[in-house]
């Protein structure tokens, strides 16, 4: 395929807010989560709060969109120059030829969740409750164009735990049919209620911090994240840039919530990647696992990583800084995949203690540091849907 630059790119989460605090937090080895209890929460867990979420309003003309998920959004957005960025690439092409892509699973519902907590079981909902701006799942794409004021196609892709990795396959398509010039693609989840006890319903939250590939790991801690990249053609990039070389997808079609055991869904989202980008398995320098510390997901993915690249390729799980960010783990990872290509530096697994003596994969449990040239990032969701991402650094 041919590639796409990833001219703007940038990260907020538990870590920190922006590029550099992801960096110094994973040099430093440092978790952005805590055990303290989560506003109304009572589950005995970890999660990965960004500090501020909460209460950063969003007031003025645009109170409409006040709501945790797109506060999140507008942090996000201030991080790294990306305004300035999207806004440059809007005077370049045009802001009707600058595309919106943007991957979450809940998107706002924690609104509707305080909506009906002050209504009460016979209603009906407050007056300030606005669905379409604040909880409706295209309400975030919305958003961000509005605050971008881009006016391309725009697109939501909510398909769980891979939509913000699915964004770059969508831009890439769009743009390849003419439908836009350039693309903002990036993902928001925040953190609710409905997220941390349906997990809990399913017994996959951990009341220890998130472990993967631990011999004793017990499940996700879930966290909130936001994050944004630039993508435009290289030839009218008009300077070196990292780039996507590849993006693979795949369904199991095998359990609503359950991966595929054998990692075969897995297997084929990443061979699809690597097919794409024009490599083999012996290309890629490292790989950041989907890794949610759950037995059957660990599991199922090891067997397709080392069905494709064997048991060489360093890899590891970045959920142990930041948590499980849900719809915006594959853009987050994207962005931490970036660092470790720019920085030289591949993360181990933190938090992990003994690696699962059945995963055969080579599973970092400390800092690897040498040139990386090229990363694969898996992202997989419920229902089957994964994708896998293979970027690399700006073209020699």
């Known amino acids: 395929m041919q590639p796409l630059a990833v001219t703007a790119w940038t990260a907020t989460s538990a870590i920190g807010r922006g590029r550099d605090a992801h960096a110094a937090a994973l040099r430093a080895g440092r978790t952005g989560l805590t055990d303290a209890p989560w506003e109304s929460c009572t589950l005995a867990t970890f999660t990965g709060p960004v500090a501020g979420a909460g209460e ?3 007031d003025g003309d645009d109170d409409v969109w006040d709501c945790r998920n797109n506060r999140l959004a507008r942090i996000g957005l201030a991080q790294d120059g990306f305004v300035d960025a999207a806004a440059a690439a809007a005077r370049k092409y045009g802001a009707a030829r600058v595309g919106v892509f943007i991957g979450t699973s809940t998107s ?3 609104q509707t969740e305080l909506a009906y907590r002050e209504c009460g079981p016979a209603g009906p909902l407050p007056p300030w409750y606005d669905y379409v701006h604040t909880h409706s799942p295209f309400s975030i794409a919305a958003f961000v164009r509005h605050e971008l004021r881009l006016g391309g196609p725009v697109f939501t892709i909510s398909t769980a735990c891979s939509s913000s990795a699915k964004v770059f396959a969508s831009a890439h398509r769009a743009m390849r049919a003419g439908l836009c ?22 017994q996959l939250v951990s009341p220890q911090i998130c472990r993967p590939a631990d011999a004793q790991r017990r499940g996700l801690s879930i966290g909130e994240a936001a ?29 609503m919530s359950a991966p595929q055991p054998e990692g075969r869904g897995a297997y084929q989202a990443m061979a699809a990647a690597l097919a794409r980008a024009g490599l083999g398995p012996a290309d890629v320098d490292y790989i950041n696992l989907h890794g949610t510390a759950t037995p ?42 970036l660092l470790a290509i ?39 969701g419920f229902g089957g849907s994964n994708a896998s991402l293979v970027l690399a650094g700006p073209a020699q």
């Open 56 to 58: 950063e309003r969003i």
């Open 108 to 110: 706002g519902i924690q």
């Open 181 to 202: 010039d350039a693309a903002v693609v990036g993902g928001v989840d925040s953190l609710c209620l409905m997220t941390l006890h349906g997990f809990n319903a399913l």
């Open 227 to 255: 994050g944004f990249a630039l993508v435009e053609w290289p030839e009218r990039a008009g300077r070196a840039a990292p780039q996507l070389l590849g993006y693979g997808e795949s369904s199991d079609a095998h359990h």
């Open 296 to 337: 059957a997901n660990d599991a199922a993915e090891d067997k397709g990583v080392v069905a494709l690249f064997g048991e060489r390729t360093p890899c590891s799980s970045t959920k142990g800084w930041t948590g499980h960010t849900l719809g915006a783990a594959g853009i987050l990872e994207a962005v931490i995949s």
């Open 342 to 380: 720019e920085h030289g530096f591949a993360p181990q697994s933190l938090n992990t203690q003994q690696k699962d003596p059945a995963l055969r994969a080579n599973v970092l449990l400390a800092p690897h540091e040498g040139a990386i040239r090229r990363v694969l990032s898996n992202s997989f």
